[in-house]
């Protein structure tokens, strides 16, 4: 049976903590990161696995493909992430959220991608605003041939 595909809205860093488990361990592709200035967005395409379809016992995850998408986004900066080998695949550990000088009754701070191998993508940001969007199933199966590696 398949789950429902997940629609959350992240607007405080508790949220973004369970989106975070969500989006753990994500095949994301450079070229699949867009960035919108003029608009203050980024969208990360990606393809996920449904921990929930795991969790309900079923025998082999599946991927899912779905769009992270961080609103009001001031600025983003990445480290250790090649731009230019957009299909090269970067596996999303999680994202963290830092809110502006330590204080947390404030709305601005900094989200933080993680990737495997060091990649970080920084996003300072007016206040939280993130949405994980479920896309459908991948049928390709993105990635999947390095399954289970490390």
């Given amino acids: 049976m398949m789950s429902p ?3 959350m809205i992240a607007l405080d860093a508790d949220d973004l903590a369970v989106i975070s488990t969500h989006v753990q361990d994500a095949r994301v592709q450079p070229g699949d990161i867009i960035w919108r200035q003029s608009e203050k967005r980024l969208v990360v395409g990606m393809s996920r696995l449904d921990w929930e379809q795991t969790l309900d016992g079923e025998a ?3 991927r899912l493909v779905a769009a992270l998408r961080f609103d009001r986004v001031l600025a983003c900066k990445s480290r250790n992430i090649d731009l230019g080998a957009p299909d090269k695949a970067l596996d999303l550990v ?3 959220f830092h809110p502006q000088d ?3 009754e404030e709305p601005g701070g900094s989200a933080v991608l993680l990737f495997a191998q060091g990649g970080a993508i920084r996003l300072d940001v007016e206040c939280l ?19 289970g590696e490390g």
């Fill in 60 to 62: 082999e995850p599946r």
């Fill in 94 to 96: 999680g994202i963290e």
């Fill in 5 to 7: 595909q997940l629609k």
């Fill in 102 to 104: 330590g204080r947390d």
């Fill in 129 to 147: 605003e993130c949405e994980l969007t479920d896309l459908g199933s991948d049928e390709l199966g993105t990635g999947l041939e390095i399954e």
